[in-house]
Antibody, heavy 123, light 108 residues
Framework: EVQLVQSGAEVKKPGESLKISCKGS????????IGWVRQMPGKGLEWMGI????????RYSPSFQGQVTISADKSISTAYLQWSSLKASDTAMYYC????????????????WGQGTMVTVSS | EIVMTQSPATLSVSPGERATLSCRAS??????LAWYQQKPGQAPRLLIY???TRATGIPARFSGSGSGTEFTLTISSLQSEDFAVYYC??????????FGQGTKVEIK
């Protein structure tokens, strides 16, 4: 079964660092992009960025460039999303997702989603 | 960055009725448009990709149409499990592969 399993919920203080994970299984991890999507409480979906684990090519939305870092460790089929200094406004559900097609050139629609990681930032 | 605009924000429909949701792109995205369904407490689920191709396991009552800048998701006869929020997403021009703001389909 193809699946993405994300790390558990986090509660952090402003200024702290955080790295959440997304482990892929049931498919060739290096052949598909993996994207990250933010959903703030009661709000819509926001595309944050995407990584191709095969060569670590990473692209960011301008809205998130410099705010987060996306990485991947292909040896353990895991992608990461990290913050160096969290803000209260980072409180949200974060999803990883995989496109339906193994195309290096072009990520297609996301057909496999992780269960989400809730990040709460509060003093 | 391409802006995706969905309308209406909320659609009130009775079970068994037809629902028509719209999505407009600020510039052409060809047919690289997807629709997702999200229920409370769940991750989004892919319904349609390539503007009109149903994803695996999606019932035939869901259909997508359009190309360029204007797209439509139609649910032919709403079932109780279809009441949810629906998002469109363009994946033609990236980054970012932008989502619309969502349409909530609620019970009338």
């Amino acid at each position: 079964e193809v699946q993405l399993v994300q790390s558990g919920a986090e509660v952090k203080k402003p200024g702290e660092s955080l790295k959440i994970s997304c482990k892929g299984s049931g498919y060739s991890f290096t052949s598909y992009w993996i994207g990250w999507v933010r959903q703030m409480p009661g709000k819509g979906l926001e595309w944050m960025g995407i990584i191709y684990p095969g060569d670590s090519d990473t692209r960011y939305s301008p809205s998130f460039q410099g705010q987060v870092t996306i990485s991947a460790d292909k040896s353990i089929s895991t992608a990461y999303l990290q913050w160096s200094s969290l803000k209260a406004s980072d409180t949200a559900m974060y999803y990883c997702a995989r496109p339906s097609i193994a195309a290096r050139r072009f990520p297609s629609a996301f057909d496999i989603w992780g269960q989400g990681t809730m990040v709460t930032v509060s003093s | 960055e391409i802006v995706m605009t969905q309308s209406p924000a909320t659609l009130s429909v009775s079970p068994g009725e037809r629902a028509t949701l719209s999505c407009r792109a600020s510039q052409s995205v060809s047919s690289n448009l997807a629709w997702y369904q999200q229920k409370p407490g769940q991750a989004p689920r892919l319904l349609i990709y390539g503007a009109s191709t149903r994803a695996t396991g999606i019932p035939a009552r869901f259909s997508g149409s359009g190309s360029g800048t204007e797209f439509t998701l139609t649910i032919s006869s709403l079932q109780s499990e279809d009441f949810a929020v629906y998002y469109c997403q363009q994946y033609n021009n990236w980054p970012p592969q932008t989502f619309g703001q969502g349409t909530k389909v609620e019970i009338k």
